[in-house]
């Protein structure tokens, strides 16, 4: 997606760790113009699936997941992060390793708002490893729902996780998908 590229080429930061700062427009501070364009191409290249629910991971998936649902008209519902193994019954869960942060967290979705059947799109603001996508996507398998595909903000395609669930199947539709970041430079790819 053209303005999201573009944004990212003027406002992204490369830092230490692949790690792609764009906390001025995606996922500290937020831009809703921007939000509302990336939900419209979401929405539209997912035309026609019949979506139940919009799916995602708190913090930051949230602002998209949020627009996204409203442009579909459907509930937008997103997984909490537990620190603890403590916790009811009457959740799914799942054992998430957090890229940017070093460690373990688990995925806690309450039962009761998963309904089997739906039809769910994931959605988040970043894919590296695809470990967070794999934690949604097993609560998504545990609680017998649908899943349509995900849409991503922006992909780092060359860690490769984005590919490995492709390969398993999964639809992955990422906005913005960055092949290389060496010598802090963004490259996209085509
Ligand atoms: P994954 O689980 O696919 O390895 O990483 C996805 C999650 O890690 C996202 O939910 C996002 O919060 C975070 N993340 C991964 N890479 C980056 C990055 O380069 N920059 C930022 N800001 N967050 C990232």
Known sequence: MKQLKERILRDGKVFPGNVL?????????????????????????FDGCQIDKVLT???????????????LGVPMLFAKKAQTKNV?????????????????YDLVVEKEYL???????????????????NGL?????????EVV??????EKGFQGGGDALRARGFRIESLAIIDSMSDGTVRFRN
């Open 88 to 104: 009811s019954q009457n959740v799914y869960t799942a054992r998430v390793a957090s890229f940017t942060h070093g460690r373990d």
């Open 149 to 154: 595909g995900a849409a991503i903000a922006i």
């Open 21 to 45: 700062k764009v906390g001025n427009f995606l996922n500290h501070m937020v831009d809703p113009a921007l939000t509302l364009e990336m939900a419209r191409e979401i929405v539209a290249r």
């Open 115 to 133: 309904s089997a059947h739906e039809r769910i799109l994931v959605v988040d603001d970043f894919l590296a490893l695809g470990n967070a996508l």
């Open 137 to 145: 996507f097993k609560i998504c398998s545990s609680a017998d729902v």
């Open 57 to 71: 991971v708190e913090a930051s998936g949230i602002p998209l997941a949020f627009a996204v649902a409203c442009e």
